[in-house]
């Protein structure tokens, strides 16, 4: 997952992931069937270990917009933990490099977005029932949107500050639309 995560799928030979994992082309074939199939496993491993432990509070009962805030600020400190700039988001990495010509990781992609999509929607309409659901589609959208290309900067800033400040004026925008 940390090869695919780092240097992307077309990038990484067969050798590179024989080197990267300990195990040998044979073993990689026998077990995953070919190098799409064990992208395909590390990017479901990717949300097991890193969406879903980062997103969860977004996902629970009662989350609300300070939910977001807390959710992009343990990504944030998790990237600093390893250094900036780092690999950004495996997911959108992936939307990029791969999806456009992949069926399968594009369908892993758009589930991604859509999670994404539903636990914002839920926060959004916590944090100010009384908004209007058209209206709250729209920032739902864009906060997709802003996730990730901003984890997509995240592989060219060398500084955590500039992401939370970009985290900080987002949701104190998204705010300021929904009062």
Same mark, same amino acid.
């Given at each position: 997952?940390?090869?695919?995560?780092?240097?992307?799928?077309?990038?990484?030979? %067969? &050798?590179? $992931?024989?080197? =990267?994992?300990?195990?040998?082309?044979?073993?990689?074939?026998?077990?995953?069937?070919? +190098? +799409? !199939? $064990?992208?395909?496993?590390?990017? /479901? *491993?990717?949300?097991?270990?890193?969406?879903?432990? =980062?997103?969860?509070?977004? /996902?629970?009962?009662?989350?609300? $917009?300070?939910?977001?805030?807390?959710?992009?600020?343990?990504?944030?400190?998790?990237?600093?933990?390893?250094?900036?700039?780092?690999?950004?988001?495996?997911?959108?990495?992936? #939307?990029?490099?791969?999806?456009?010509?992949?069926? &399968?990781? %594009?369908?892993?992609?758009?589930?991604?977005?859509?999670? $994404?999509?539903?636990?914002?929607?839920?926060?959004?309409?916590?944090?100010?029932?009384?908004?209007?659901?058209? *209206? !709250?589609?729209?920032?739902?959208?864009?906060?997709?949107?802003?996730?990730?290309?901003?984890?997509? %900067?995240? *592989?060219?800033?060398? &500084?955590?500050?500039?992401?939370? *400040? #970009?985290?900080?004026?987002?949701?104190?925008?998204?705010?300021?639309?929904?009062?």
């Amino acid at each position: 997952m940390q090869h695919f995560w780092v240097h992307g799928f077309h990038a990484s030979s %067969m &050798d590179d $992931l024989v080197r =990267a994992t300990g195990v040998s082309r044979h073993g990689i074939y026998t077990t995953f069937g070919g +190098k +799409k !199939a $064990l992208f395909l496993a590390c990017f /479901e *491993r990717y949300q097991r270990r890193v969406v879903t432990p =980062a997103f969860d509070v977004v /996902e629970q009962p009662g989350a609300d $917009l300070q939910s977001v805030a807390t959710y992009f600020e343990t990504q944030i400190t998790n990237g600093a933990a390893a250094g900036f700039p780092g690999p950004g988001c495996f997911v959108a990495n992936s #939307a990029t490099e791969v999806a456009p010509s992949d069926a &399968d990781v %594009m369908a892993l992609v758009t589930h991604h977005n859509d999670r $994404l999509r539903q636990g914002f929607a839920r926060a959004l309409v916590q944090s100010a029932p009384e908004f209007d659901h058209d *209206r !709250a589609r729209d920032l739902v959208e864009m906060m997709v949107i802003f996730t990730n290309g901003l984890w997509t %900067m995240s *592989r060219s800033v060398d &500084d955590a500050g500039v992401l939370r *400040r #970009a985290v900080s004026d987002f949701l104190r925008l998204i705010t300021e639309h929904t009062t």
